[in-house]
């Protein structure tokens, strides 16, 4: 395809509208992208009116958060009984490893699938070993050390602070300013 004076003007008026260079080789017809970038760059066309951007959308609104409700004058509000949350088994996360059949700890070497893999001190120190007391089928730790390893989410998840969210809006807010 040959650049004719006349497409040479039209992408010279298409380019200075602002259109993208897929744009221009759409309505040109016969040419791609990259041969348009070519021409513009041969014809040293580096103005344009406004850059081709597609249209943004608003950013939709928060849901606004419900407010709490006051609390009731104790004088009408009957105690109800409660029940309590059932109570998590806790059983108490032996501090000193097991000691094997030859006397020594447990170390990286002498584990077995039936043995317990907590880690008990600094790996870099000589003291370090491991739990050594059975764990069940499949499981990689003792009971006790299963129950500080696999928490429930409920206990894990962190609300945020009155600070936090603060911070967290902040940067919300900023976020739609800047792009």
Same mark, same amino acid.
């Given at each position: 395809?040959?650049?004719? &004076? &006349? ?19 759409? +309505? ?27 249209? $943004? ?32 088994? +806790? ?7 097991? $000691?094997?059949?030859?006397? &020594? ?37 003792? &009971? ?36």
């Amino acid at each position: 395809m040959a650049w004719t &004076e &006349e497409r040479v003007e039209t992408l010279k008026k298409l380019w200075a509208d602002g259109l993208s260079a897929s744009q221009i080789a759409k +309505q040109l017809g016969g040419v791609t992208r990259n041969a348009v970038i070519g021409k513009v760059h041969r014809l040293g066309l580096s103005g344009r009116a406004a850059p081709s951007r597609p249209a $943004r959308r608003p950013a939709p609104k928060p849901a606004p958060r419900p407010r709490a409700q006051p609390a009731a004058p104790a004088s009408t509000a009957k105690p109800q009984p409660s029940t309590p949350a059932p109570a998590l088994r +806790q059983a108490a996360a032996p501090i000193e490893a097991e $000691r094997l059949a030859s006397g &020594e700890y447990a170390t990286v070497l002498t584990l077995k699938d039936s043995m317990c893999k907590w880690p008990i001190g600094d790996p870099a120190d000589t003291t370090f070993r491991f739990c050594g007391r059975r764990s069940g089928p499949g499981q990689a730790y003792c &009971e006790a050390h299963s129950q500080m390893a696999y928490q429930p989410q409920a206990k894990r998840k962190r609300k945020p602070t009155d600070d936090a969210r603060a911070v967290l809006d902040s940067l919300a807010g900023a976020r739609k300013v800047n792009f």
